[in-house]
T-cell receptor, first 112, second 116 residues
Framework: GDSVTQMEGPVTLSEEAFLTINCTYT??????LFWYVQYPGEGLQLLLK?????DKGSNKGFEATYRKETTSFHLEKGSVQVSDSAVYFC???????????FGDGTTLTVKP | DAGVIQSPRHEVTEMGQEVTLRCKPI?????LFWYRQTMMRGLELLIY????????DSGMPEDRFSAKMPNASFSTLKIQPSEPRDSAVYFC??????????????FGNGTRLTVT
């Protein structure tokens, strides 16, 4: 079945540091890939997505590229802010399965 | 777009009581999902509906849990009887399949359930 493996946390960075959160996936079909972010006390919300190989999703300074050859969708940001502190989830959506598969989440803390 | 609306936001109940969680999906979305989130087990899919029909309930932990979707704008998740190990945050999410599976999930803000 489908699966998503993402970098274990927690991750602690200083403000303006470079961020990478690794995500790899296994899927039988041609999934769409997503990054969601969850702030304390809230539900998950979409951060960015990519629907086919070599697509780059981007939003709020975050980027991720759909790499079919390495089955990866790593999240990056060049300069993190304290307000980026949250839990980040990598996920895939398989049209044939009709549902999404989530990674375990990575907690990011950014210190001033 | 009012987003996915869940109620109540917090629920505290005693073991053995019935608990009903409610969800109103985004208008026009035809898929609805119930998730449970705990520190120990992370985010778990309990059940999902497509066009109001339950498609996969394999994540429902046991017969104490049941879910219904009587119409396109309302769903409930019921736990009867509740147990302390059911304490968690329960999320409802909706999406549309009309874009061929590329649509993201839209989550509500969750119901934090505490069973004492």
């Amino acid at each position: 079945g489908d699966s998503v493996t993402q970098m274990e946390g927690p991750v602690t960075l200083s403000e303006e540091a470079f961020l990478t959160i690794n995500c790899t996936y296994t899927a039988t079909g041609y999934p769409s890939l997503f990054w969601y972010v969850q702030y304390p006390g809230e539900g998950l919300q979409l951060l960015l997505k990519a629907t086919k190989a070599d697509d780059k999703g981007s939003n709020k300074g975050f980027e991720a590229t759909y790499r079919k050859e390495t089955t990866s969708f790593h999240l990056e940001k060049g300069s993190v802010q304290v307000s980026d502190s949250a839990v980040y989830f990598c996920a895939l959506s398989d049209p044939n399965a009709g549902k999404s598969t989530f990674g375990d989440g990575t907690t990011l803390t950014v210190k001033p | 777009d009012a987003g996915v609306i869940q109620s109540p936001r917090h629920e505290v109940t005693e073991m053995g009581q019935e608990v009903t969680l409610r969800c109103k999906p985004i208008s026009g979305h035809n898929s609805l999902f119930w998730y449970r989130q705990t520190m120990m087990r992370g985010l778990e899919l309990l059940i999902y509906f497509n066009n109001n029909v339950p498609i996969d309930d394999s994540g429902m932990p046991e017969d104490r849990f049941s879910a219904k979707m009587p119409n396109a704008s309302f769903s409930t998740l019921k736990i009867q009887p509740s147990e302390p190990r059911d304490s968690a945050v329960y999320f409802c999410a909706s999406s549309t399949t009309r874009t061929g599976g590329n649509s993201p999930l839209h989550f509500g803000n969750g119901t934090r359930l505490t069973v004492t």
